[in-house]
């Protein structure tokens, strides 16, 4: 194991942190946004704490089984559509200027709002380059109709999710991938080994107990997942790798502990705050 590298963090808006940026500055990006926008606003998040509406409306208990809330995106309006589009073609225009040429990015999304972001960043300059599909089994759906669940119990309302999508960007190559390789160190994604590249489907156990315990924030990722992210996106393991939105430090934890420099960037004091305690004591974890 390679020893833990520094990393900086910032209590900030990210693209006003972005704009600043030196261009050609970052080399990867990591990051799970708030893909919905509005779950992590502050009316919001305070109707999650006391359990009363808003898009955290999955109910804590159902059928029996006691949940934690997650946010509904069936509610989103087709002006909360258009407001995503907007913003990610906005955070995509600044994203493109400060990383270099064959830089790749990982974000998280939801299977009901990718497609908004996907055409949002293509249209920022950004080429598509697939879809990291994390099959994880603590995802909501599948539940009957609300208070109607006794009358049609042979009725799902929607799909129980088992699978997340990070959706995979890169900024185009400056010529071939070998010369941007050469030039820039990025352009292609690292493989586990010489004989495994690296593939789409990655089966992801939910975050252990212990790091929610660490970092209690709603969308906490699992090291063990992440890790595989941050390791990928660096082909040569060389560079600087950005979490504009880094909520608790998961991503920081991970390049920490793989011994790659990073920058956070969280605009929620109570998150930036548990980040500072966090990322430390993440990088620090084994994992299987």
């Not at 420099?261 to 998150?271: F, K, M, T």
Request: with cysteine; proline share 8%; charged share 25%.
């Amino acid at each position: 194991m390679k020893p833990a590298l520094e990393y900086e963090i910032h209590l900030g808006d990210s693209l006003e942190w972005i704009r600043t940026a030196k261009p050609n500055s970052v080399h990867a990006i990591v990051t799970d946004p708030p893909f919905g926008l509005v779950e992590y606003s502050t009316e919001h998040l305070e109707k999650r704490r006391n359990g009363n509406g808003g898009i955290w409306r999955l109910p804590r208990n159902h059928n029996g089984n006691t949940r934690q809330p997650v946010p509904r995106f069936t509610v989103l309006t087709k002006t909360q559509h258009s407001n995503i589009g907007t913003f990610f073609e906005r955070l995509g225009r600044e994203l493109y200027k400060v990383i270099v040429p064959g830089g790749h990015m990982f974000l998280a999304s939801n299977p009901l709002v990718a497609h908004l972001i996907d055409i949002a960043l293509i249209q920022s300059g950004f080429e598509k380059r697939g879809q990291i599909v994390r099959i994880v089994q603590t995802l909501r759906g599948g539940d009957r109709p609300k208070n109607a669940h006794t009358e049609f119990p042979d009725v799902s309302v929607l799909p129980r999710g088992v699978w997340e999508p990070w959706l995979l960007f890169r900024k185009p190559c400056e010529g071939r991938v070998q010369d941007n390789l050469r030039k820039w160190k990025t352009g292609g994604l690292r493989r586990p080994s010489t004989d495994v590249p690296f593939k789409d489907l990655i089966h992801s156990a939910p975050a252990r107990r212990r790091e929610r315990i660490i970092a209690p924030h709603p969308s906490l990722k699992p090291q063990a997942f992440v890790r595989q992210l941050v390791r990928a996106s660096l082909p040569l393991g060389q560079g600087v790798l950005l979490d504009p939105f880094m909520g608790s430090g998961a991503v920081i934890a991970a390049a920490s502990r793989l011994g790659i420099y990073s920058i956070g960037i969280e605009n929620n004091e109570e998150y930036y705050n548990m980040a500072m305690e966090a990322i430390p004591q993440l990088a620090a974890l084994e994992t299987q």
